[in-house]
């Protein structure tokens, strides 16, 4: 499930500027991985629209 | 009514207007129910006894003049503290903004709501900006369950449920980003509504996600939920996701009217297949079903997307909106989070621009199908918690019943979506349902509601707490 490994998330994490939670809170930084991952990997694999994402969000009074 | 702290606003407005009670009586009585009780349930971050008074006074001077200034004269409110009230400090329940300076203005859904003759009681509860919690590593305690104190009673607006539940206050705000105004409402057996995207004004609130993020009412009965909503609503050019309605919104004229010739679409597969819902639950669901067909409505069978997919598309655009805000905190000052929000607010780091942008265009596509679905039924009914609420001490339990729930594909959507009780489980925790109607039309979602209040008594449900 979890593709990310130790190596590829304190990358992201470093490069993302969380040096310093890295530091002092190792497990937390791996967990936000894993959730990030799992959830991205639903919506890579189901997201099958030719729908455009613009605008953000709106709601149109019918 | 003698016990002025399970008044109803309605009741309570009425009796004010009337000469019959006055708000400085309501305001003490309250008080002095929080003095006594909320050390026990944690509702409150701050409770403004002195300001509360003396606009209680004001508002004693001004009905017995005859001068009444809107719906909610002299009724009491509580605000969650993500949301701004002037003289006050917003703390979002963390201790990044533990110290600092008080809000110099009210929030635009203060603002309205104090036009319309409310008083503000104080500032309560949630969980660390409105996403980390329930957690005991904050500078304030969690809010707890009055049915039962040693359960989590709902985020993250858990101050407004549990105080309403308590009978702290007749009505209290919220917010909801991922269904933090229906879990509470779910947990505690009060009634919350996440209105329409657009429709309440979000300006002076703190942020979790800008484009997910509904400021709503939070209240015990079905007609105050009403009464309350229909002093928020209203086109607020200072905050880019209002709307400007080309009519008064009247939601109390049609909400007896009952349900008959409306039709119900009920999603069974939400708690049937994608995420099995606990016995008591469904059966809960399938009672309202029953009910609302005995009272005239039409009820069939509707699909929507999976629960797992519109979860995801709403974390992974929450989160990613979320860590656009806390970005630089989280690199800062990490340690001044507690660890559920740290953890909860530092997955956005780990998604691409990529993800978000999948997830926004899988958002198109869902509206489109909920839009879809909507055109045939009138009203949605489908479960909002699939569980009774679980411990709050413990943090597998909460973290496995996190993402069981089916509120998350209305933020998604934008949709207004309501919940509220349908009774109570063996164990005398709040079993729930949840409504969802078309955009701009909370009128005919609190008729079906007010339908079901009527025939089942839920606004009759309170805890016993003793202090």
Known sequence: MFAMDQRMTEAIARRAGLERALEEFPDDVVAAAISAAKVTEVIRRSCRTPSEPWPPMTVVRK | MNERHWMTAKAAAAAIADGEMSPVELVKALLDRIERLDPRVNAFLLVDADAALKEAHAAEAEAAQGRLRGPLHGIP???????????????????????????????????????????????????????????????WPPARNPWNRDHHPGGSSSGSGSGLAAGFFPMALGTDTGGSIRNPASACAIVGTKPTYGLVSRRGVFPLAFTL????????????????????????????????LPESCDY??????????????FVRHFHEADIPADPEVAAGLD????????????????????????????????QSEAWSIHSEWLRDRPGDYGRLGRRRLMSGA????????????????????VETALRDVDVLLCASAMDPACRIDEPEEIERTYMRQAR?????????????PTGLSRDGLPLSVQFVGRYFDEATLFKVARTWERVACTDALHPFLVG
């Open chain 2, 77 to 139: 409110v509580g605000i969650k503290d993500i949301i701004d009230v002037a003289g006050l400090p917003t703390t979002c329940h963390s201790k990044i903004f533990e110290n600092d300076a008080a809000a110099r203005t009210d929030a635009e859904c203060v603002a309205r709501l104090r036009a319309a003759g409310a008083i503000v009681l104080g500032k309560l509860s949630t969980h660390e900006f409105a996403i980390g919690g329930p957690s005991f590593d904050l500078p």
């Open chain 2, 287 to 318: 009672r309202v079903a029953l009910t609302l067909r005995s009272e005239g409505a039409s009820v069939v069978d509707v699909r929507l997307p999976a629960l797992q997919d519109f979860a995801a598309v709403n974390r992974v655009i929450l």
């Open chain 2, 350 to 369: 780990f998604m691409g621009a990529g993800d978000y942008v999948l997830a926004s265009r899988r958002r198109s596509q869902m509206i489109v199908e």
């Open chain 2, 213 to 244: 993020d509904h400021v709503g009412p939070m209240t015990r009965t079905v007609a105050d939920n009403a009464l309350m909503l229909g002093t928020l609503v209203g086109h607020d050019p200072l905050d880019p996701a209002s709307v400007q």
């Open chain 2, 252 to 265: 109390m004229t049609a909400l007896d009217q009952g349900v008959r010739d409306l039709r119900i679409g």
């Open chain 2, 408 to 420: 998350t594909p209305f933020n998604v959507t934008g949709h207004p979506a309501l919940a509220m």
